[in-house]
């Protein structure tokens, strides 16, 4: 066997081990390098679109590519609203699963459903898509939609009526399903860290399982509300659900029932015929460009989040 | 405990088996031998393969094709539905050999590429518009004016009920639901959305804006909130299918094979049509055709739309193929010559429902493209 000690510097190894090295260096470099080239790339194509409509391009909407008009509000606050539905309801759902696998399972069971949570985790995104389309969006507008709209209709958020299953809200609920297994598995490692001493205290005082959950949790909370703004990058960023249910409208408003557009749902629909107007392409490059710079604050915040609060429990 | 190397090779046979089924199944791979290739061409030109790309609308007619001239002559045809604008530029950049299209050249485009480039209006098919209303009888086709059509896309028509609709369909009057009308449209750039615009157009010009023909447009149904876009016509389609009280516009051939309720359309001379093959064919007969595959053809898109004719779909629309008058190597032009032949002979025998084979005029084109077709 081979030891390296940490201190032996790059020269000093064996000639295998630098071999090794050299041999593996391209293939990581590559991947970090990729993420350099793509963010330059996607500056470069949107700076064209940026420089001829300035910021009125994020600030109106209008897709008229015809006429090369355009502006990116509608998209680009149709992605958050929908992915921020979609990490609500990720955070519903996953704070209960995790509750339940790691609190009140054991055994089979448990391995049983944790397969199948991870299983879920790698289920393609367009399962989720057709599905939607084909079940979820009716079945949203008769049992959530017209309820919500019924009895809490005073609300502005339900205010409108519930025309079609294809709003912000179908894309947002069905997005948020498909990012539980990956909330679920992050909320799960970080309940499972917490120094069993906690629990022991806990039940030492005889605190009820209810009672021990709720102090675990708030000892979590950080990381809770960690794997939920990495949820949310995630939602920001799914492509195929929101083109499917999201409705693809240039409209935006309070109310959820509506269709509208993300910026990924734009991207999907437009791109492949972009190249036929002058600035089509670069407008959406400009659109990518705005979604890429938000999901890498949120998921450096997220990640951050998570590892301060690794450090501090495990401490 | 067994053998890791059986298991191995257990699994190994498993996943063999598995996908010779799958591929059976999916034919993918036959057994028998290809039917023997009754060429009528000369050797040199079998294995060749034509490239084409454009526009999905004749993407079924067209695979039926490539697979009937393949077995007639041992040429393939490899045709990408990528939508009429991008096989228009690839066939310009000379990517591919030739192109599909919805709407002709362009005239600024014609006159750049004049007596280089020819076009057919090879294959007919029609835009039909399709709805979903629980309440109106499957044995009743809803009528409809250009006119209405044109307000519900833009938003001034809200109900079903309206009494613009009740007017034109006085049977079922009293069983058209108050409930609000869901416009459903292409997402994607494409030439159906501009053969449907230009329809509205054309039948209600006071309505609909001219500002508002092409294939990706501003809906103004959409700025109230209740117009929703899908992906392609299997996007509308669904769309259509899943949503209560909605209408949309998609190709005849997938109104058929998914079953959607058509409306019948007033044509111009005042009577409800629906698709059908007469009819499509009525509306082709009453058009000036340019008398060679050479010609400007930019205007007849305007003119098979809406097009007179008692009997005439309003909404008839052909497809045509670009290519050019010369290629490069001698075998290619060959061979496209032999596929136009082939469709003029052959091809137009076995047309797909949903389509219709155009009037003897547009033959007489394809054949007189494939005489004067030439190489470099």
């Given at each position: 066997?081979?030891?390296?000690k ?7 190894v ?48 209008a ?22 539905i ?58 959530v939609?017209?309820?919500l ?45 917490v ?51 999201v ?26 015929n ?14 990518a ?27 | ?22 591929l059976?199944?999916?034919?993918v ?168 615009t ?23 149904v ?100 670009i ?54």
């Open positions: 066997m081979i030891r390296i940490s201190n032996q510097s790059f020269f000093t064996s000639r295998h081990d630098r071999n090794l090295f050299l041999l593996l260096l391209p293939t990581a470099v590559v991947v970090v390098g990729l993420l350099l080239i793509t963010f330059l790339l996607i500056s470069s194509r949107a700076s064209e679109a940026v420089k001829t409509y300035g910021l009125s391009l994020y600030v109106t909407s897709w008229d590519p015809e006429r090369e008009r355009y502006g990116l509000f509608v998209p680009l606050a149709g992605t958050l609203v929908t992915s921020a979609a990490a609500l309801t990720a955070l519903l759902l996953s704070l209960s699963l995790s509750i339940v696998v790691s609190e009140f399972l054991r055994g089979a069971v448990r391995n049983f459903l944790s397969t199948i949570i991870e299983f879920m985790s790698g289920l393609p995104t367009v399962i989720y898509a057709l599905w939607g389309v084909q079940y979820a969006a009716p079945v949203i507008r008769d049992y939609m017209l309820p709209h019924k009895y809490l209709g005073f609300i502005p958020l339900f205010a409108c009526e519930p025309l079609s299953g294809y709003s912000v809200l179908s894309a947002g609920l069905v997005i948020g399903i498909s990012i539980v297994p990956y909330v679920t598995s992050l909320i799960c490692e970080s309940y499972m860290l120094p069993t001493a906690y629990r022991e205290a806990c039940l030492g005082i005889g605190a009820t399982r209810y009672e021990t959950t709720k102090i675990l949790l708030g000892l979590c909370r950080p990381a809770v509300i960690a794997a939920v703004v990495l949820g949310l990058a995630r939602a920001m960023g799914e492509t195929t659900i929101a083109a499917a249910l409705g693809n409208s240039m409209t935006i408003s309070y109310c959820v029932f509506m269709p509208s557009y993300t910026v990924s749902a734009l991207i999907a629909a437009q791109y492949g972009a190249q036929l107007y002058m600035y089509a392409e670069s407008v959406l490059y400009s659109a460009l705005a979604i890429l710079i938000l999901a890498l604050v949120l998921s450096l915040t997220g990640l951050t989040l998570l590892s301060k609060w690794r450090s501090k429990v495990l401490a | 405990m067994v053998n890791p190397k059986v298991r191995k090779a257990t699994i190994i046979a498993v996943v063999l088996v598995l996908a010779i089924v799958v059976r199944l999916t034919g791979l036959t057994l028998e031998p290809v039917v023997d290739v009754k060429t009528t061409t000369s050797p040199t030109l079998r294995g060749l393969t034509l490239n084409g790309a454009g526009a999905t609308f004749p993407y079924p007619q067209i695979v039926e094709w490539v697979r009937g001239f393949y077995n007639r002559s041992g040429i393939s045809i490899n045709y990408q539905p990528v939508g009429s604008g991008a096989g228009l530029s690839q066939f310009l950049q000379n990517v591919t050999d030739f192109a599909c299209s919805d709407p002709p050249l362009k005239r600024g485009d014609w006159e750049k590429y004049r007596g280089t480039v020819m076009q057919v209006p090879w294959v007919v098919g029609a835009v039909v518009i399709v709805y979903n209303i629980p309440e109106v009888p499957a044995n009743y086709n809803l009528r409809l004016t250009g006119e209405v059509i044109a307000k519900i896309y833009r938003g001034d028509i809200r109900f079903w009920d309206d009494e613009e609709i009740k007017k034109l369909n006085t049977e079922i009057a009293d069983r058209l639901p108050h409930k609000e009308i869901v416009a459903v449209y292409r997402s994607d750039s494409s030439g159906t959305t501009e053969v449907f230009t329809f509205l157009y054309k039948s209600a010009p006071n309505v609909w804006d001219s500002k508002l023909v092409g294939k990706n447009i501003e809906w103004p959409s700025k109230v909130g209740r117009g929703v876009g899908g992906q392609g016509n299997q996007g509308v389609t669904q769309v259509v299918q899943t949503t209560p009280y909605s209408i949309g516009y998609v190709e005849w051939s997938f109104a058929i094979t998914n079953k959607l309720q058509v409306a019948a359309v007033k044509n111009r001379e005042g009577n409800y049509v629906l698709p059908s093959e007469n009819a499509l064919k009525e509306a082709l007969r009453n058009i000036n055709l340019p008398k060679s595959p050479l010609d400007d053809f930019s205007r007849t898109l305007e003119e098979t739309i809406y097009a007179g004719g008692p009997n005439s779909y309003p909404i008839t629309s052909p497809s045509y193929i290519l050019w008058r010369s290629y490069q190597s001698n075998n290619k032009a060959l061979a496209m010559s032999e596929f136009l032949k082939w469709v003029a002979t052959e091809g137009y025998k076995n047309v797909v429902p949903g389509y219709v084979a155009p009037p003897s005029e547009v033959i007489n084109l394809l054949l007189k493209a494939a005489e004067i077709l030439i190489s470099k």
